[in-house]
C-alpha cells in the first residue's frame, strides 16, 4: 500500500512538472531548464552518543535542481524578493525512526515516548538572493505500521547484530501525514583573510500540519577555509535545505579545489504539536506530555575536495517531554556529490 502510494505520488508530481514546463515553452517560447545541481544522502543516529532512544535513527536521500530561466509562476510562490534571484527545487525520501529508552520491553511504557516511525515525500521551492534564502516545503507521508520503521530498524539490528527491538507492537496508529514548512535564511560574509574565511547564517521557520506545529529561530556559524558561498547543511529537522548557493555563486563554487570549515550552531523553538509524542491525530494512542519551548545546539565540520563534500553535525537537544530525564543528542553524517 505504501509503496503504490508513494509511486503514485511522485507520478503526479513529474507528470505536473512536466505539464507545466510544457505549457510554459509553447506559450512563452522559452523552456525552464532544469539542472540536476546536488545529490545528498543523510544518516542520522544517536548511536555516535551510544544510545538508541528518543529520536533512534534517520535516513534521507535529497536531489537539488537549479531551475535556468524560471519564468513560470509557479517559482513566484515565494514573494519578498530582493534584488536578482535563482530558483531551486528539491525532492527527498526521509525516514524517521523513534523509541522508548528500554527497548527490550514488550509492553506499553506509559511513562516515556511512544515508538513511531515517519516515511514521507518532500517537495520544495527556493528562492536564493545575495543575502536571503526563501524555503517553501510539502511533507506527504506515512506514520505508523505502513512507515516499515520497525522492519528497518530491526533490519539494520541483525545486520549489525544488535538485539530486536521489541516494543513496536505499540507505535502509533497508521496515518497519513501533511506538513508545510516555511524558512527564511539571511547570510553574513566575512572578507577573504588569505583564503580564510567565517559566515554567520541566522535562520526562521514555521511549519503547520498534523505531524507538527512549530515555529524555530536560530543561526549558524562557519570558520575556515574557502568555505562554500552557500546557506549550509542541517539535520534532517532543521534548516531546510542541502547545501543551496547564494546569487552568483552557482558558477564559481567549484573554482577552489579544496574547502574546510568548523560550523557551529544555535536555534530554540515553541511546539504547539509534535505526533511523536502528543500521538495520532485522529484515534487514540499512547502519548506523553511535551515540552512547548527546547533549544539546541551543534556543531561539526564540512570538508569538500572538488564535487565531493563530506559534512559531521553533532547535535544536543533538550528535554523534548515533560518526563524525559534528561536531554538528548544525534550525529548527522551527510555524503554529497556536486555536480
Given amino acids: 500500500m505504501f509503496t503504490i502510494f508513494i509511486r503514485?505520488?511522485?507520478?503526479?508530481?513529474?507528470?505536473?512538472?512536466?505539464i507545466l514546463n510544457a505549457t510554459d515553452s509553447i506559450e512563452n517560447n522559452t523552456s525552464n531548464t532544469w539542472h540536476f545541481d546536488r545529490f545528498n544522502f543523510y544518516f542520522e543516529d544517536d548511536i555516535y552518543n551510544q544510545t538508541d532512544d528518543n529520536y533512534s535513527a534517520g535516513e534521507r536521500l535529497s536531489f537539488l535542481f537549479f531551475?535556468?530561466?524560471?519564468?513560470?509562476?509557479?517559482?513566484?510562490?515565494?514573494?519578498l524578493d530582493y534584488d536578482k534571484t535563482y530558483s531551486y527545487v528539491t525532492f527527498s525520501l526521509t525516514n524517521q525512526i523513534f523509541t522508548p529508552t528500554d527497548t527490550d520491553a514488550t509492553e506499553l511504557i506509559e511513562d516515556d515516548r511512544p515508538y513511531a516511525g515517519w516515511t514521507y515525500f518532500e517537495a520544495g521551492i527556493h528562492k536564493t538572493s545575495k543575502n536571503h534564502l526563501r524555503s517553501l516545503l510539502l511533507k506527504v507521508g506515512v506514520i505508523g505500521e505502513y512507515s516499515f520503521s520497525e522492519q528497518l530498524q530491526n533490519g539494520v539490528h541483525k545486520l549489525i547484530h544488535n538485539d530486536p527491538a521489541q516494543g513496536w507492537d505499540n507505535q502509533l496508529n497508521n496515518e497519513l501525514g501533511i506538513n508545510l514548512k516555511y524558512t527564511h535564511k539571511w547570510i553574513f560574509l566575512s572578507e577573504d583573510y588569505h583564503g580564510f574565511e567565517s559566515s554567520i547564517v541566522p535562520f526562521a521557520s514555521a511549519e503547520l500540519g498534523n505531524v507538527a506545529i512549530n515555529a524555530e529561530a536560530g543561526a549558524f556559524v562557519r570558520l575556515g577555509w574557502n568555505i562554500p558561498k552557500d546557506f549550509g547543511v542541517?539535520?534532517?529537522?532543521?534548516?531546510?535545505?542541502?547545501?543551496?548557493?547564494?546569487?552568483?555563486?552557482?558558477?564559481?563554487?567549484?573554482l577552489?579545489?579544496?574547502?574546510?570549515s568548523i560550523n557551529l550552531a544555535a536555534a530554540g523553538s515553541g511546539v504547539v504539536r509534535d505526533i511523536f509524542l502528543d500521538g495520532n491525530t485522529f484515534t487514540k494512542s499512547h502519548s506523553v506530555e511535551k515540552e512547548n519551548y527546547i533549544y539546541y545546539y551543534g556543531y561539526g565540520m564540512t570538508l569538500r575536495y572538488q564535487r565531493f563534500v563530506l559534512d559531521f553535525i553533532q547535535v544536543e537537544n533538550s528535554k523534548k517531554f515533560k518526563l524525559e530525564k534528561k536531554g538528548h543528542g544525534v550525529g548527522t553524517l551527510i555524503i554529497s556529490w556536486l555536480f
Avoid: C, M
Fill in 67 to 79: 531551475i535556468e530561466n524560471e519564468d513560470y509562476a509557479l517559482y513566484d510562490l515565494l514573494f
Fill in 256 to 260: 577552489k579545489h579544496w574547502s574546510f
Fill in 8 to 18: 503514485l505520488l511522485l507520478l503526479i508530481l513529474f507528470s505536473n512538472i512536466t
Fill in 234 to 254: 542541517s539535520s534532517v529537522d532543521l534548516g531546510a535545505d542541502p547545501g543551496i548557493p547564494n546569487y552568483n555563486e552557482y558558477q564559481d563554487r567549484l
